[in-house]
């Protein structure tokens, strides 16, 4: 994470990405306060 911004360096112009995505996600995206961010994708409409 750089400036609130995910940066994706694996995919080549990825067209979605998705974060903690399956029924029981192993989660390694922390806040400041150290609780877990919520799962996302940024491909909903």
Known sequence: MRMN???V???F???AVR???ANTP???LFNKEGLP???F???AK
């Open 5 to 7: 911004l995910a940066v």
């Open 9 to 11: 360096s694996r995919f």
């Open 13 to 15: 112009l990825a067209v």
């Open 19 to 21: 974060y903690g995505w």
């Open 26 to 28: 192993e989660v390694n």
């Open 37 to 39: 961010a919520t799962p």
């Open 41 to 43: 994708r940024t491909d």
